[in-house]
């Protein structure tokens, strides 16, 4: 697993829980992984929850893994990105859980 996407709550969130995004960004991406966080989106020009996953779920795909932020059960966007992580094969979770990077083979 080398590219990595975060998936948590956002919504109804005080800063839309940026802040433990880019925790979560800073400490994968230090451990050698390449990440995409939603929450480095612009947002879209329509501004609605659905432009919103549009943009997710085009990184998500481009994706190895899926880590998982603390209430992302209780997101309907993060359970969307979950469910459709796990049907693609993906590998998924618990942010907290990864503690080394990716395997680097020099074969």
């Known amino acids: 697993m080398k590219r990595i996407y975060i998936a948590g709550p956002m919504s109804g969130l005080p800063n839309f829980n940026y802040p433990a995004f880019h925790a979560a960004a800073k400490r994968l991406r230090d451990l050698g992984f390449e990440i995409e966080n939603p929450a480095e989106n612009p947002e879209p020009r329509?501004?609605?929850w659905l432009g919103y996953m549009r943009m997710a779920i085009t990184q998500l795909v481009r994706c190895d893994g899926v880590a998982l932020?603390?209430?992302?059960?209780?997101s309907k966007g993060a359970r969307?990105?979950?469910d459709l992580a796990n049907r693609l094969g993906?590998?998924?979770?618990?942010?907290?859980e990864i503690l080394v990077g990716p395997e680097v083979c020099d074969a």
């Open 46 to 48: 329509c501004g609605t």
């Open 69 to 74: 932020l603390p209430g992302w059960q209780d």
């Open 80 to 82: 969307t990105e979950h």
């Open 90 to 96: 993906l590998v998924v979770m618990r942010e907290a």
